[in-house]
C-alpha cells in the first residue's frame, strides 16, 4: 500500500459568472482521514470537490495534493491522483456497466487511449468492491437510481486514487444500500490507505462514519472538527438552520442528532 496524500486548500476563491460562491477556504485534510463536508443546498460543496478534484481552477489560492499543485496538472495528470464521484455521470445509450467503470481507467490510458494491462483487472476490482460485479453485462440505461449511483462508484474506484472526492455518494440509495455504500467507503479507505471527503446531507451519517466534519457557509468554513466536538445544537442552527437536540450514542462516541423544524431565514 502507498503512502496516503493529504488534501490541503489554501485562501481558495471561487465563482461562477456574477455568482461568488467560494471566499477564501482553508482546508486540510489529513492523509488518511475520512472527512464529512456539510452545509446547505448552494453553499459551494460540490464546487469545492470540484475544485479539490482539479475540474476547476481557484480565482485565487491553490489545492495541493501531497506535494502536488493543482494548478501545475493536467486534468488528466490529476485524475491520476484524485478521483471525483459525480453527482451524475456520462452515459452513453448501449452502454454497459462494464464499459462505463472501465471509463475510470481512462486517465491510466497511454496516448493512443489503448488499455494498458491490468486496467481490465482494476475495473473488475471496483465492480466487486461495490457488490455490483453481476451487473457487468447490463446496460447502463437499463439501471435504476441506486443501481447507478452504485455504479457509478464503482467507476470512481477504478480509478485507482489515493484520494477519493464523493459528491452525496448516497444519493438514491435505501438505507439498506447507504450503510453498505459508507461501510465499503471506511473498508477501503482503511484496507488501501485512501483519503476521503464525501459531501452528506444526512448528518446522522457524518456523525457516524465521519473522523471530521467540516462545515461550509457564506463560502467560508465555519466549524471543523470531530463530530462529537463539532455537532451542537447551535451547529444545527448555524450550519443547516434547524432547531432540534443533540444527544450522544449510548453505545458509541459520536452524536447524535434529533432535529425538529426549520428556522426562519
Ligand atoms: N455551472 C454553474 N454556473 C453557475 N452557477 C453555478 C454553477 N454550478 C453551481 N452554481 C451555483 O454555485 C452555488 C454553489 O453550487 P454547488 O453545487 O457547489 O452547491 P452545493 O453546496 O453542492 O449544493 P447542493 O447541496 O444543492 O448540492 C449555487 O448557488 C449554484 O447555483
Excluded at 460540490?46 to 493536467?74: F, K, N
Excluded at 432547531?243 to 459520536?254: S, Y
Amino acid at each position: 500500500m502507498s503512502e496516503p496524500v493529504g488534501i490541503r486548500v489554501e485562501g481558495v476563491h471561487f465563482g461562477y459568472p456574477g455568482r461568488p460562491v467560494l471566499r477564501g477556504v482553508d482546508l486540510d485534510v489529513a492523509p488518511g482521514e475520512l472527512t464529512a463536508l456539510v452545509g446547505l443546498n448552494g453553499c459551494g460543496k460540490s464546487t469545492l470537490l470540484r475544485l479539490a478534484a482539479g475540474l476547476l481552477r481557484p480565482g485565487a489560492g491553490r489545492v495541493l495534493l501531497g506535494e502536488h499543485d493543482l494548478a501545475r496538472l493536467s486534468r488528466r495528470a490529476a485524475a491520476r491522483h484524485v478521483a471525483l464521484l459525480h453527482q451524475s455521470a456520462p452515459s452513453v445509450p448501449g452502454m454497459t456497466v462494464r464499459q462505463l467503470v472501465r471509463q475510470g481507467r481512462y486517465a491510466a490510458r497511454g496516448p493512443l487511449g489503448m488499455l494498458r494491462e491490468g486496467d481490465d483487472a482494476v475495473a473488475r476490482r471496483a465492480l466487486a468492491d461495490v457488490g455490483v460485479a453481476h451487473w457487468a453485462e447490463r446496460p447502463v440505461e437499463a439501471l435504476s437510481g441506486g443501481e447507478r449511483q452504485r455504479v457509478r462508484l464503482a467507476m470512481a474506484l477504478a480509478q485507482d486514487t489515493r484520494v477519493l472526492l464523493l459528491d452525496e455518494p448516497t444519493t438514491y440509495l435505501d438505507l439498506h444500500h447507504q450503510l453498505d455504500v459508507l461501510r465499503t467507503v471506511v473498508r477501503l479507505r482503511e484496507e488501501r490507505g485512501l483519503t476521503v471527503v464525501m459531501v452528506l446531507h444526512d448528518l446522522a451519517h457524518a456523525a457516524r462514519f465521519a473522523e471530521r466534519i467540516v462545515a461550509l457557509r457564506d463560502g467560508r468554513v465555519v466549524a471543523e472538527g470531530a463530530p462529537k466536538e463539532v455537532v451542537t445544537p447551535a451547529f444545527l442552527a448555524d450550519v443547516l438552520r434547524v432547531a432540534g437536540r443533540v444527544g450522544r450514542d449510548p453505545e458509541g462516541d459520536w452524536p447524535v442528532c434529533y432535529p425538529d423544524h426549520p428556522l426562519d431565514d
